[in-house]
Each structure stands twice: as C-alpha cells, then as structure tokens.
C-alpha cells in the first residue's frame, strides 16, 4: 500500500496517464484520418472512457485524497479524436461519469471530508454564470437542450469544486506539473497532425489544424493556459529539467 501511495505522489503517476491519454488519441485520430477502419474509432472512444471512469472509481474508493483522480478528469476532453454535437454525445461518457460520480460519493461516504467552499468559489460561480449566458443568444434548434445542459454541467463543475476543495491534497508544483503535461499532450497531438497532412508547411501556415476535439483556436486557448505553469517550472527547476521545461516552453508558444 505504500508502494501504491508512493506511485501516486510520484511524477511517474502524471506521466502515466499522460501516455495513456496519448495512446488512446493516437489509435482513434489515426483510425479515422488513416481511413484504417472507420468502426474501430467509436471502440476506442468507448475503452478509453470506460478504462477512465474505472481507474477514477477505484482511486476514489481506496484513497482519501481525491486529488489522484483529477489528472485523468482532465485529460478526458482532449482525447476524443472526433468533433460531436450535444445531441451526438457518446453514450459511454454518461456511464463513465456515473461511475466516476459513484466513487466520489463512496468516498465521500467512507472518508467524510469536512466541507468548505474554497477560495476561488465565487470567482468560479461567475464565470460559470457567463457560460450559460453564453448560448442563450444562440440561434438554432437545439439551443433549450444545449443551455439545459451546460447548466446542469457548471452546476456539477461547482459541486466538484467544492469536493475537491475539502478532499484534495496537493502541492502548486505537482498542480503545474500536471498542467504542463497537458502541454506536452497538446503539443503532441498537433504535431501528429502536421505529420499526416501531405504538405506539411502549408498545414502549418494555414492554421487551420484540426485534432478532433477541437480546431486551432481551441488548442491555442489551451496552450494559453498551460503556457504559465511551464513557464513557474522553468523558475524553479534547475540543470536538465530547467532545459526540459524551457523546450516545453518553446513549443507551447509556437
């Protein structure tokens, strides 16, 4: 058990499910842009969300720090290799979620956190209040069901706030190092996507890259965002990490 607990306070954790995640998007984004087989994507999304939601019901059951699952809750978005409306969504994330949420009231039940609301509620509230806001004005015909949901979303986003808040043990260093693998998971899936196109600057220059859960400008967004914890680990790491953190760094920007 110690062993375990070891592993899970490592940077090995983070980098596990960093190549996990890798290796998911890869075989489904190539099973589809390499025309492979069309059937096999959809087989892939469904193990790779089951394999989630089991690996996050177990850690939650079996440790009182909460924090373990969060890094595989956020890889998530990224590693479906398919664009999908909200009418579209794969079925298996509603399982997969109903077993994550399973395992956060178990361990709610087992290790009874005493709850707090956390520094950043208020803050977070308001800028879930501006997403819902944000598809009120949109014209089309699945509009209701689109707000409906991002309401019941930022609402359950809320509530897990607050879990995490009075659960979830972690140090800012481990917090960046998280999110700079998010980088470095980013950074991978474009250029995988640059290998593929046959003209390669052309693909570059236009700007206009597609990885399946979003385009460009949703990868730049998200690189914005990963861009500073990179850029604490460069002032704080020394030798070959800070040369490590500074090349991360470099290709976030680019």
């Known amino acids: 058990m110690l062993l375990i607990k070891k592993y899970l306070n490592s940077r090995l954790y983070l980098l596990t499910v960093l190549i996990v995640s890798m290796v998911f998007w890869l075989l489904a984004f190539l099973s589809h842009n390499e025309k492979i087989d069309i059937n096999i994507q959809p087989k892939i999304e469904n193990i790779s969300l089951m394999s989630y939601g089991i ?4 850690l939650l059951v079996f440790n009182k720090n909460t924090f373990y699952f969060i890094p595989w809750v956020i890889f998530i978005p990224f590693v479906f290799a398919r664009p999908f409306t909200a009418l579209e969504i794969p079925k298996t994330i509603f399982i997969a979620s109903g077993i994550m949420i399973l395992g956060l009231v178990l361990n709610l039940i087992i290790y009874r956190p005493k709850f707090k609301m956390g520094h950043f509620f208020i803050g977070l509230a308001v800028l879930c209040f501006a997403f819902v806001l944000g598809g009120i004005n949109v014209p089309n015909d699945n509009s209701r069901f689109q707000i409906l949901l991002t309401l019941v979303c930022v609402v359950a986003f809320l509530l897990l706030y607050v879990v995490l808040s009075s659960s979830a043990e972690t ?3 481990t917090i960046c190092r ?3 693998y998010l980088g470095i998971f980013l950074v991978f899936e474009l250029a995988v996507y640059f290998k593929i196109q046959p003209d390669f ?3 570059f220059l236009s700007k206009n890259s597609t990885v399946g859960w979003g385009i460009s400008n949703n990868i730049a967004l998200m690189l914005l965002f990963t861009f500073p914890f990179t850029v604490y680990l ?3 790491s020394s030798n070959i990490k800070t040369i490590f953190y500074v090349v991360i760094m470099t290709l976030e920007c680019l």
Not at 55 to 58: D, S, V
């Open 171 to 173: 140090n800012f260093k």
């Open 55 to 58: 690996i996050c019901f177990i």
């Open 234 to 236: 460069v002032l704080v």
């Open 178 to 180: 998280l999110f700079t």
């Open 201 to 203: 600057k052309e693909a």
